[in-house]
């Protein structure tokens, strides 16, 4: 009896102490002065511009580091209707496809270009996962510039990523899909009828103009992200493959029955060589190349539909599969190029791969068998070591140029710092939550500048005031510029981040343009100046060409338009200053509005749906007179008519 | 009668005068420069000796609101005829070097000191009437306010600070003056110096 009192009572204080020895959670990570840090004062820069993808909302933003404020959203693949990309008609045909028109896609992976495996931050790339596209959007003046659509792929997700001087931008398809004539076949003929492409595109190194340059015919599995060699190993790619079991239905299961899948080794510059010598094949297939021109203010889509493709299959030595356990999402090289680490999403262990190796494991044909006649070299063979136990879920790599890794793990949400040559871990930090990519500046480069990480997230929960259920993704800035990471800053995003880069602010902040000069101007609807605003019809298309100017429209008071006619405003932003753009804004129009810059001619279609009168506005707050910035337009009914007329003033 | 030329040095010091003024058809004579809470950068015109450059433009755009004249080339007639004037100075004082009379150095001293007074002057008279002489339907009218530019130096004008001044053009030129008056003191010097050795020579 007494003895059960006693088992009891000392139940009862085990349980009193319990919650004491929960370990602490995420509110006791933050230590030092990390305010200080962050802070930028008013009127000060940021040290970083990070280029964040934006994910489901196709855009870009620009961030800087270390403050995390948001500069700039970027309209890439999605229609923008705050400055009218994808309304004008200008920007339209930069948003057009094989499928025509397609207002939205889903933007995973940013890669800034670069020299000598340095960021020259001349491009940002991006890549379209939905409707397989690549954007390159120019850093003088934030604006996507050309966006190529890649053929025979589906859910262009191992893309952008480029080589070390810019030569090649990669896109290798996520889906494998039919290609060729035949593609109207059975799911169930996956493996015999399916096709993993691997796009190189190569960049024009003075105009970063792209050109879908060859394709390479890989197997039918999944490939989902990629990374160029670089200095001893540049002249090849790695991407990591997953569903190398070739399966077509609950992927969830039926691609996470191998131990290892691969990484697939390309030596581009044998394939570059197969090229010269002829043996590329000539095959079609449409897609869309659009161009936009600073000179005329607008884009032009060409239906592209050669394409030169390469069969790794005959042609040899261009394809080596290295096994890599499991299910690998990253394959990441480090600044020097000897190290390839793969992130098996499903392993317990990193596993980090020798260049050196593997080029003498090709040499002594250390293989263990071969996939359609491309060889599987040996894992042990190609092996520098693994990292023991360093979490779960291991998904990105980035680098600090100090000989340490860090990697994002999704099941175990933490960021862990390890050595590349002792693969010893060194480090861990919690993430808030569940991190996805990180990014150190310049961390996928020969340099990296290893002073910031940004971890960003895929949960996000309690870390800011709640706004519903739909939630900011949060990003986490650590400081790692000493042995231990530490936390500095929580902050919320735009859209859906994935990955991102950053670069010094030093690099582009002086080349920024300021505003677009008049008589550089060959739209050919331009105006130069005030004297020729003016309205035209042509049949049943009204042409208004109109100035806007601190503050007013030129003309403001236009007539003669019927029900039906097809108005278009040409309209040409006279100032020549920085920061003076002006909106253009009229009532009922089923588009958006036009954001023109200065010097900028951009073209609003409106089609009026009834008789009346409709005002037109200013909608970016240009001047203490900004609000008398209108004009009114008179609709007149179908079959009428009535006389053109316009004016300004008396 | 002694006709007493003045020596080598001065001579060369009045060539380098006249020479230096040559700058003036390649360089800027003077700047106004503005500043507001939204031109931290600041809005800047220069004044050549036949044109203006700079944010004429953008400051004709930000002036219109309370009824300043559009700045142009038009504005100022002096654009057609002050190419000839500097000619005239410069050609005399090249000459004034040649003949080294007293009498051409003086008239050189003087003609540069009257292109002084004669511009700031001009000057004064411009920028009277365009900070005076407002449109009647200017959008912003403030009462009793005039937006006359400073002469020289800075001023405040409702929300922009005004600086007016010399530019490189500007400053040579007075750099040109200082060199004449040099000249002309060591003249004026020698010959008090002379006429007190020799109350009876008459120098000219």
């Known amino acids: ?650 | 009668m002694v006709m007493k030329k003045i020596d080598s040095s001065n001579r060369t010091l009045v060539l380098i005068a006249a020479l230096l003024m040559i700058t003036a058809y390649f360089t800027p004579l003077w700047q106004i420069s503005l500043w507001a809470p939204q031109y931290p950068e600041g809005l800047n015109m220069k004044i050549w000796i036949d044109r203006l450059s700079g944010d004429v433009d953008i400051i004709n755009g930000v002036n219109h609101y309370i009824g300043m004249k559009h700045i142009g080339v038009e504005m100022f007639p002096e654009f057609t005829y002050l190419i000839y004037v500097f000619a005239f100075i410069i050609g005399f004082g090249v000459l004034a070097a040649l003949i080294a009379r007293r009498w051409a150095v003086y008239t050189f001293f003087s003609m540069i000191s009257l292109l002084g007074v004669g511009v700031l002057v001009d000057m004064y008279l411009w920028g009277y009437d365009y900070g005076h002489n407002l449109d009647p339907t200017a959008a912003i009218k403030v009462p009793g306010m005039a937006y006359q530019p400073p002469l020289l130096g800075y001023k405040e004008l409702l929300n922009f600070l005004a600086y007016s001044g010399p530019d490189t053009g500007g400053w040579i030129i007075a750099f040109s003056g200082i060199l004449m008056l040099i000249v002309v003191s060591r003249c004026f010097l020698e010959d008090r110096k002379a006429k007190l050795q020799n109350p009876y020579m008459k120098v000219q």
Not at chain 1, 48 to 62: E, K, P, R
Request: charged fraction near 20%; hydrophobic fraction near 35%.
């Open chain 1, 1 to 650: 009896m007494k003895t059960r009192l006693w088992l009891l009572a000392g139940a009862m204080v085990a349980i009193a102490f319990a919650p004491g020895c929960k370990p602490k959670g995420a509110q006791s990570a933050l230590s030092g002065d990390a305010a200080s840090k962050v802070y930028v004062a008013p009127g000060e820069h940021d040290e970083f511009y990070n280029i964040v993808s934006g994910g489901f909302n196709g855009q870009m933003s620009v961030v800087g580091l270390p403050s995390g404020r948001v500069l700039k959203i970027v309209p890439v693949f999605s229609v923008h209707p705050e400055n009218g990309w994808g309304f004008s008609e200008e920007s339209k045909p930069m948003l057009n496809t094989a499928h025509g028109f397609v207002p939205w896609d889903d933007l995973h992976h940013i890669a800034i270009s670069t020299t000598n495996a340095e960021h020259d931050a001349r491009w940002a790339f991006g890549n379209g996962n939905n409707t397989p596209r690549i954007a390159r959007v120019d850093l003088t003046t934030f604006k996507t510039v050309e966006i190529l659509e890649i053929p025979n792929s589906a859910g262009n997700h191992s893309s952008p990523f480029i080589t070390e001087n810019t030569e090649y931008v990669v896109a290798g398809t996520r889906f494998s899909v039919p290609t060729g004539d035949n593609r109207d076949v059975p799911i169930e003929t996956y493996k015999e009828n399916f096709k993993g492409t691997i796009s190189f595109i190569s960049v024009d190194k003075d105009h970063g103009t792209m050109d879908l340059a060859f394709q390479l015919e890989a197997p039918p599995f999944n490939f989902d992200l990629a990374r160029a060699g670089k200095k001893k190993s540049h002249g090849w790619f790695f991407f990591s493959t997953y569903n190398t079991e070739m399966a077509h239905t609950l992927l969830e299961v039926n691609a996470s029955q191998k131990d290892k899948d691969f990484i697939m080794a390309v030596n581009w510059k044998k394939a570059e060589q197969y090229i010269k010598e002829g043996k590329g094949k000539k095959t079609k297939a449409k897609y869309a190349h659009n161009i936009w021109d600073e000179n005329t203010h607008m884009a032009t889509s060409t239906i592209k539909e050669d394409i030169l493709t390469l069969d790794p299959k005959e042609l040899k030595d261009i394809i080596y599969f290295i096994p890599c356990p499991k299910s690998p999402h990253g394959t990441d090289t480090d600044p020097t190029g000897e190290y390839i680490i793969g992130s098996g999403k499903l392993a317990a262990i990193i596993p980090v791969f020798s260049f050196t190796k593997m080029l003498k494991a090709i040499e002594n044909q250390d293989f263990e068998g071969t996939i359609d006649g491309m060889p599987v070299l040996k894992y042990e063979s190609v092996l520098h070591g693994e990292v023991e136990k360093p979490g779960l879920g291991p998904l990105h790599t980035e680098f600090d140029g100090r000989g340490n890794a860090y990697t994002s793990m999704f099941v175990s949400s933490e960021v862990v710092k390890w050595n590349i040559e002792t693969l010893q871990v060194l480090d861990r930090v919690p993430t808030y939550y569940s991190v996805g990519h990180l990014m150190i500046p310049g961390g996928p480069t020969g340099k990296p500048h290893g002073k910031y990480m940004v971890a960003y997230n895929k949960i996000t929960k309690d870390r800011y005031l709640p706004t519903g259920p739909e939630l900011a993704h949060s990003a986490q800035l650590y400081d790692i510029s000493g042995d231990k990471m530490q936390l500095l800053l929580d902050f919320p995003t735009i859209g859906e981040p994935h990955y991102a880069e950053a670069f010094p602010a030093s690099l582009i902040k002086d080349k920024q343009v300021k505003f677009y000069p008049l008589e550089k101007n060959n739209h050919p609807r331009a105006l130069k100046g005030i004297n020729n605003a003016r309205v035209e019809r042509e049949g049943n298309k009204v042409h208004v060409y109109m100035t806007t100017i601190r503050s007013n429209f030129r003309p403001d008071n236009i007539e003669g338009v019927r029900v039906g006619d097809e108005v278009y405003f040409h309209v040409t932003n006279l100032e020549q200053d920085w920061d003076v753009p002006h909106g253009f804004a009229i009532k009922g129009a089923n588009t958006a509005e036009l954001l023109v810059m200065p010097g900028e001619t951009a073209t609003l279609k409106w089609v009026p749906d009834r008789v009346g009168i409709f005002p037109f506005y200013c909608t970016d707050f240009c001047s203490a007179l900004h609000q008398e910035m209108q004009g009114y337009l008179r609709v007149s009914p179908a079959g009428s008519n009535p006389e053109i007329k316009f004016y300004t003033g008396e």
